[in-house]
Structures are given as C-alpha cells and as structure tokens.
C-alpha cells in the first residue's frame, strides 16, 4: 500500500556525487580559461588528452572489475581527476605525457584500491608525481607565457609541436620554453650571485609570482571561495594551508629577504591555489575530521613551502598532499570528537575489574 505522503525524511539532499563533480568543474573553468590566454594553448591540450584518457581508463578497469560502466562514469570523478591532472602538466608536454598520467592516476591510484571512496591518495597528484620522477626532461618543458620575452606558439604550432614534435622551421626549442618562476628563482638564488630583489626585475617574474600567473592563482582562488559558498568543500583545509603557507614564508623572508621569496610569492606561484581549493580538499584522502582538516592543511601547507625552499622539486605541493595523505589515518584517530554526553572516553569493562580489584 502506498501513501499519498512519504515518509521522512520528506527533503531530499541534492549534493550527489555527479553534482558535486559538475560544480568543481564549473569551479575550475576560470582558472583554466586564464592558464589557456596566459600560459599557451598546451593547457587545452593536457586538459582534453587526461581527461579523455582518465575516463577511458575508468571505463577500462570498470568492465574489467565486472562494475556497471556507464553508472560509475556518470559520476564525474574520472573527469575531475584528469582536468586537475590536465592543469599540472607542463605546457610543452609531448601527448603521451597526460596519457600515461591519467592511466596512472586512475589505475594505481583509484581503481587498484576499490574506486571511488576507497583510494587513501589523490589520484591525480599519484599521477603527476609519477611523471615528475619518471620523466623528469618532459616535465620541464613549459612554454613562455604571455608577456615574457619568449616567442609563443600559435594553436597550430602548438599542435605539430604536442603530436610530431615539430617546430617552425625558424624556431629553436629554447626560443619557446622558458624556466617556471619557482624554478627561475630557486636556480638563480642557488648560484649565490643573485638576490629576489634582482630577479624580481626580470620579465619573468610578472608583479608577485610570475608573468601572468599570479592571475590565474587568483582565478582559482576565486573558484575555490565559490565552492566554499556553495558548501562544496569546507574552509578548514584551504584557509590552514594557505595560512601555514603564508606564515613559515613570512619566517624565512624576514630572516633574509634577499635569499628566499615573500609571502605573496609562494601564495600566488606554482599550484598553490589550485592545491588548497581542488586537491587537498578531496573529501576521499582527506582528513575527515574539523581539527583534522585543520592539521592536514597545515600539514600541507609547511611540507610545500619546505620542499620548494630545500627539497630537489621546485613546487612541492603535490609532495606534501601525498605524505599528508599517509597520515590520514593517524590524525583523524587522534582528532575524533568527544561522544556526546561525555566528559572523557567512557570507562572499559577492564576498567571496571581492574578497579574493583
């Protein structure tokens, strides 16, 4: 027998999975329009190629893993690991570069550990950081961007360039690439015969963090502060991060600003932005706790600053989500909150005998 009224709860959530997934990629369209303007026609490229790539590898281990295909890909996840993915990858990267990324990402570190709610790491920075150690030479090849003294590449060049590797006839490889303003920085400061206050006058460097890209840092800010509005994600990691962040290299500069980079620099250079609102937010490797959330961000947010400052990569933040990932488990063990009703942890039957005694 039905009733003419349903039963509670009568409101029914309209966060599901696939909506949730749709309002980051939204989220992340800024940023991603900007990087495109600013930083070259390859951002497209990745994004297109890990995001195809990472929705057929689902699609692949799914039917392998007898899981219905077409249920779990209408999720979105796969599309949001290989966008974030996409967005990571050096501009100049030959196409099998996201490609393996993605296969990576999903493979071993998603679908290996029981999909979706089960991976205790990020899948696409799994993905990223195995392309960083195993193809270190292809994971420096960043087009100049916009505004540099670099010669940029047309939509077509940029093709012939991602597919064949070919170049116009009357360009040389190192008239179109040009160091990253972490790695410029890190180099130069490395040699001991520079200071920030010289490199902060190169074309380079732009106004804070970068020609162009402190622009598109902000466009994922911005982004990220939507999604905290529509509650998609909650504050705790990315205000912890960033804060943490902005405080050791707040430390350092003042210890030497002629040996190590202001606040506004490591806030709005490499992926931090992109870090603090799209990937160490994910709800699946994150901590699940609020002083947890709190901690992990933290957490973050000091191991980036230090790997960048003192480690062999120049932007440690997928590093630091990683080894935060490992240690998910151990903070929200020790974060969980009180029971309600009591004071402190109820008393055990061992307890009990034990006293009696």
């Known amino acids: 027998m039905r009733f003419e009224t349903d039963i509670s709860p009568l409101v029914g959530s309209q966060n599901s999975i696939s909506a949730i997934m749709r309002r980051v990629i939204w989220a992340l369209i800024p940023g991603t329009a900007l990087a495109v303007v600013i930083l070259g026609w390859g951002v497209l490229t990745n994004v297109l190629l890990a995001v195809v790539a990472a929705v057929f590898f689902e699609a692949v281990m799914l039917f392998l893993r007898q899981r219905p295909v077409g ?97 116009p006839s009357h360009l040389q490889f190192d008239a179109v690439t ?68 902005a405080i050791i290299a707040t430390v350092f500069w003042l210890i030497d600003a002629d040996r190590y980079g202001s606040p506004l ?26 002083r947890g959330r709190l901690i992990f961000g933290a957490g973050v947010g000091i191991l980036a600053y230090l790997i960048r400052s003192f480690g062999s990569y120049v932007d440690g933040v997928a590093f630091a989500v990683l080894l935060m990932n490992m240690a998910v488990p151990l903070i929200d063990y020790y974060t969980q909150p009180k029971v309600f009703g009591h004071k402190s942890q109820p008393k055990t039957a061992s307890n009990k005998t034990s006293k009696g005694q």
């Open 71 to 167: 249920f779990y890909l209408g999720d979105y996840s796969a599309v949001v690991a290989g966008w974030i993915l996409g967005l990571c990858l050096p501009t100049l990267a030959p196409w099998w570069i996201p490609i393996v990324a993605s296969g990576f990402a999903i493979v071993l570190g998603k679908q290996l550990f029981g999909g979706l709610g089960y991976n205790p790491f990020n899948p696409a920075m799994v993905g990223y950081v195995v392309m960083l150690v195993s193809f270190p030479k292809q994971m420096t090849f960043w087009a100049a961007p916009w505004g540099t003294d670099g010669i940029r590449l047309n939509f077509t060049e940029s093709l012939r360039w991602t597919f064949f590797e070919e170049l």
């Open 178 to 245: 040009m160091a990253t303003p972490l790695d410029a920085v890190r180099t130069r400061l490395s040699l001991g015969d520079e200071s920030m206050a010289y490199i902060e006058q190169q074309s380079i460097f732009g106004l804070l963090a970068g020609q162009g890209s402190e622009w598109v840092a902000l466009a994922f800010l911005a982004g990220g502060l939507w999604m905290i509005y529509k509650k998609i994600i909650r504050w705790h990691i990315p205000v912890a991060m960033l804060g943490a962040l």
């Open 265 to 290: 620099f490591h806030l709005l250079a490499g992926g931090t932005m992109l870090g603090a609102f799209f990937v160490a937010t994910d709800p699946i490797s994150s901590s699940t706790t609020e």
